[in-house]
């Protein structure tokens, strides 16, 4: 059987990121200062979603022919979409296309947006071959005649009970030798990997918490094992981990940097994580064997808005002494920020400026508060939002309807906030070393922690 994995770029989408909702790029701007910043962001090559990778194998131990066609229709018996809110549109006219020309194949939605959206996207197609499937879609290694034989157009698969028994990623069908992600890396290609899936805080907002609550782990000799076979296979230099809590499990993350210090060569790596999770002996663990960059959620410094969406909120000090920390270890800090809450002022943004300036990380993200269908929070705010265009939802456009600003100043502030961190002499002074290694070869060590 020949399965076609159909897939898009548009709108400089990236749909591993904001839990496979998928976010875009900095908006073009008249300033050149926000356009520079913009050119930084469109350096990168981002890998294709990992989940695809995973289809790729689960596909191919089943016995079938896989194709993976970017932006093309190419002749198939099964379709499978994995869109992005960017994407959607995109995707639901390919859909309706493949439908009508092709009435007998079957089409597979899988993903995120399909999980949260499935009623809609399995109505918009009924009395077709089109099924939504709810759950992780590597569950078609277990479920593939069932999903295919099935007549329902939404069908819950589940998620995967046991990680350790999913193939190796295959990435042999993507441009992965041209994967880069140059904010946590410098060594290249990168390639997308997990220890672990799910997350156990409640923050409203957050779409990766709509499939289940909980975290689930590999064994770090799986996961170690499918980094060697990246560098055989595939030449991979560099991993960026994709779990939202990396470290939750401490001995798991002790286990697996000795996995990794046992490696056939050195390589990057880069995690997510919370603060309060991520202890000193840890981080330096993770250093000794090639940890270069870090990714945590600081989304703002008042605490009564992070109370007000369910998000746990760490201490100040916290906060700033982890960066410093990391800092000294020479590694990157990636803090993304949020702006653009409903009830947000030009006050309340400024503060979170302030604030990023402060505690100073390598990179800062700051981000447009978007409501993500299928979470808490946009079922609270579903009358407040503006613009139900999903390809504006791109984390860099606002598209709620705000008390005290409108959505152009919300964006003219947005912008703002990327100027103001990252064009000044501390900026520089703080995390020279860190933008650009080599310079450490002709300066002076620097303290570590």
């Not at 156990?200 to 094992?225: L, Q």
């Amino acid at each position: 059987m020949k399965v076609c994995l159909w897939d898009t770029r548009r709108n400089n989408v990236q749909k591993d990121f904001a839990g496979g909702m998928g976010v875009g790029m900095p908006e073009k701007s008249s300033s050149f200062r926000e356009n520079f910043i913009r050119r930084m962001y469109l350096r990168d090559y981002r890998p294709t979603a990992l989940n695809f990778a995973y289809l790729v194998a689960v596909l191919k131990k089943l016995g079938h022919n896989v194709e993976y066609s970017l932006d093309e229709v190419v002749a198939a018996d099964v379709y499978i979409f994995n869109p992005a809110l960017l994407t959607l549109d995109d995707e639901m006219k390919t859909i309706h296309s493949v439908v009508k020309n092709s009435p007998e194949a079957k089409v597979l939605v899988v993903g995120q947006v399909a999980f949260a959206m499935s009623e809609s996207i399995a109505a918009a197609f009924e009395g077709s071959n089109v099924v939504v499937l709810k759950g992780e879609p590597e569950q078609l290694l277990f479920r593939w005649e069932e999903v295919l034989a099935s007549k329902e157009n939404v069908i819950d698969v589940g998620v995967v009970a046991d990680l350790d028994r999913l193939p190796m990623p295959d990435w042999s069908l993507f441009r992965y030798a041209d994967f880069r992600i140059m904010y946590d890396f410098w060594r290249f290609p990168t390639t997308m990997i997990q220890q672990s899936r799910g997350c156990t805080f409640k923050c409203n907002y957050c779409p990766y918490i709509m499939i289940e609550s909980k975290t689930r782990f590999r064994s770090p000799d799986s996961v170690a094992a499918e980094m060697q076979h990246g560098i055989d296979r595939y030449g991979f230099e560099s991993f960026k981990f994709r779990d939202p809590l990396f470290g939750l499990n401490r001995k798991k993350a002790l286990e697996l940097a000795e996995k990794i210090g046992g490696l056939s060569k050195r390589i990057q790596f880069s995690i997510e994580t919370r603060v309060d999770i991520m202890k000193i002996e840890t981080l330096k663990a993770l250093k000794d064997v090639g940890l270069t960059s870090i990714t945590i959620g600081i989304e703002t410094p008042d605490e009564a808005t992070l109370k007000r969406y369910d998000r746990v909120a760490i201490k100040d000090d916290k906060q700033r002494d982890f960066i410093t920390q990391c800092r000294q270890l020479g590694i990157r800090t990636v803090a993304g920020f949020m702006v653009g809450f409903p009830d947000d002022t030009q006050q309340s943004i400024f503060d979170v400026l302030n604030y990023a300036r402060k505690v100073n990380p390598t990179f800062a993200n700051f981000n447009i508060v978007t409501p993500y269908p299928g979470t808490q929070f946009y079922d609270e705010v579903k009358d407040q939002i503006e613009d139900f265009d999903h390809s504006k939802y791109s984390v860099y456009q606002p598209v709620l309807k705000y008390k005290n600003l409108t959505p152009g100043e919300v964006q003219a502030l947005h912008s703002k906030c990327f100027s103001k961190f990252y064009f000044r002499s501390r900026y520089f002074k703080d995390n020279g070393r860190l933008l650009w290694p080599a310079l450490n070869r002709f300066l002076p060590k620097s303290k570590a922690a």
